[in-house]
């Protein structure tokens, strides 16, 4: 037997694909099907060996992979998650780089499922788990819970046409954002110049001058105290138990950072708070958001007026006066300098948004650049309402004429969406920053399963309603042959009354292990991906 690069002889240390599957459940203790092997070959984890229609695995190959990181960290997550998680919908062969690709990380977004997911149910390939295709190029795809436009920006690449909606209007500004199309000469000379006034405006700021001097003292006392990679070895080694040296350390550089305050002036947060903004934001962090705001009014482009918009709204995010390991979760704001878990050193909170505004001014520029080259000469929009019972047809002729007349001769093939999860995540509240300064409207109260109203059993009843209402309203404008994919956590078992409650039924359930994910709980964790379809 030969491959491309040397003979092989059938032997024990090479198997067939059944052959294989039979050792691997002996030698994990548990089912390993010949899928589970194709799987590895497909993904480059093990290596094809083999020709005249025979496929071979090494022996040697498969015991290297079940034994490193990845292999055990998959027979783990089965063992505690089941047998029939599809660890090839984990994607754990991918780089961050590539999950938030182009203008997929235009903005931060708390439960957004990565672009390779939507492109795995909306592409034209088969494999042993996918047995169809749902989707072609020139199909309209419709995402009724949008978020910051996933879905849209998948179907874009793939040729099709998808419409999203979303209760929130900030939500809605990101998806569009995404997909729409600039003139980047202006773009970029908007941005340098919005760049340089603030540079000039803050120039002779004492703030300025503080925290110059304040970041050569961080560096003097970190590089004393927590030196590089000196300060690692000592925890890994245990030599001292790293919170009761860090609250030392951290009391220690305090009369420096309060001389320097005193010194230079500096005013830290606002004695009222009454906003988010004045809450969140130290005072000349406020300023000067204030003065870029005041420039992003005076953009007559209004593309590129929402562009800058969402860059400085990104800016301020990263601003917020808090640690470095809580911009996720707020807990109380950080006027002095701390000791940061997350970088192992005394860290400072932001006193200007110079910097960051530069490298997202930089970035976003980038990012849809790289999108214009990918895009594909169809239509996509996201509607700003309640998909309960948005007139869909009626909202297009309004923002869409193009995918209005569409929608009139063509019914849209089906849906990929992930709806929120119950008790989760308030979708408004992540983002009041912007609705702050912005002065975006609020819809708080149409939200489906938001985290204010808990999990308990009244919460449950009033999410299984809504995404059934959600279902129930666009199904009229679906064909009849479509296909929905919901994903969801469904830990209460909910989707099935969901299904049954819209008319609909679950035809395949996709088990997904779930890795890279953002808050502190990295243990097993998976979601479903629901294929539903017309009773």
Not at 337 to 362: A, D, N, Q, V
């Amino acid at each position: 037997m030969q491959d491309s690069m040397f003979h092989i002889p059938y032997s024990e240390d090479y198997l067939t694909l059944k052959e294989a599957s039979e050792w691997a459940t002996e030698y994990l203790k548990r089912n390993v099907t010949t899928s589970n092997i194709s799987y590895l070959i497909n993904y480059g984890k093990v290596k094809k060996h083999g020709d005249n229609g025979t496929i071979l695995v090494s022996k040697k190959e498969l015991i290297k992979y079940y034994d490193s990181y990845y292999g055990k960290r998959e027979n783990d997550w089965k063992k505690k998650l089941g047998d029939d998680l599809d660890w090839h919908l984990s994607f754990d062969y991918l780089k961050e780089v590539d999950t938030t690709k182009h203008v997929h990380r235009l903005h931060p977004y708390k439960g957004k499922f990565i672009p390779q997911l939507v492109q795995y149910f909306l592409d034209n390939h088969t494999d042993e788990f996918k047995k169809e295709i749902y989707f072609k190029p020139g199909d309209i795809v419709l995402d009724p819970f949008c978020g910051s436009g996933t879905t849209l920006i998948q179907a874009n690449e793939l040729g099709m046409h998808a419409i999203g909606i979303d209760v929130s209007s900030f939500n809605s500004l990101i998806s569009n954002i995404k997909i729409s199309k600039y003139d980047f000469l202006n773009l970029n000379n908007t941005l340098k110049e919005i760049t340089n006034q603030l540079r000039r405006f803050i120039i002779d700021s004492n703030t300025v001058e503080f925290e110059n001097v304040l970041l050569q003292e961080l560096a003097l006392f970190n590089n004393k105290y927590f030196p590089v990679p000196d300060y690692k070895h000592w925890l890994k080694e245990k030599n001292f138990k790293e919170y009761e040296y860090a609250v030392k350390k951290e009391k220690e550089f305090l009369p420096i950072f309060n001389s320097l305050i005193k010194k230079y002036k500096i005013e830290l947060l606002k004695e009222e708070a009454d906003s988010f903004l004045d809450k969140w934001y130290l005072s000349h962090v406020r300023i000067e958001i204030d003065f870029i705001f005041n420039l992003i009014k005076k953009i007559e482009d209004i593309n590129i007026k929402k562009v800058v918009t969402i860059i400085l709204s990104r800016t301020i995010r990263s601003c917020r006066a808090t640690t470095h390991s809580d911009l996720a979760t707020l807990v109380e704001p950080i006027t002095k300098t701390y000791y940061c878990h997350k970088h192992g050193k005394i860290c400072k909170p932001l006193f200007s948004i110079m910097g960051w505004w530069e490298r997202y001014s930089i970035d976003t520029l980038k990012r849809l650049q790289q999108f214009d080259k990918l895009r594909t000469n169809t239509y996509q929009t996201c509607l700003t309402g309640d998909s309960r019972e948005i007139d869909i047809q009626k909202e297009l002729n309004t923002h869409n004429r193009n995918l209005s007349r569409l929608l009139s001769s063509n019914k849209i093939k089906g849906i990929f969406s992930s709806p929120p999860y119950v008790g989760l995540i308030d979708y408004h509240e992540q983002h009041a920053y912007a609705y702050d300064l912005f002065g975006f409207e609020r819809r708080d109260d149409l939200e489906i399963g938001p985290l204010i109203k808990g999990k308990g059993k009244e919460a449950r009843d009033s999410y299984v309603e809504g995404i059934s209402k959600v279902l129930l309203n666009v199904k009229k404008y679906l064909a009849e042959d479509f296909n929905i994919f919901l994903v969801a956590n469904d830990k209460n078992n909910l989707y099935p009354i969901i299904a049954q409650n819209s008319g609909l039924k679950i035809v395949q359930q996709f088990k997904r292990p779930v890795l890279n994910r953002t808050e502190r709980d990295k243990g097993a964790y998976s979601e479903i991906i629901f294929n539903m379809r017309n009773l």
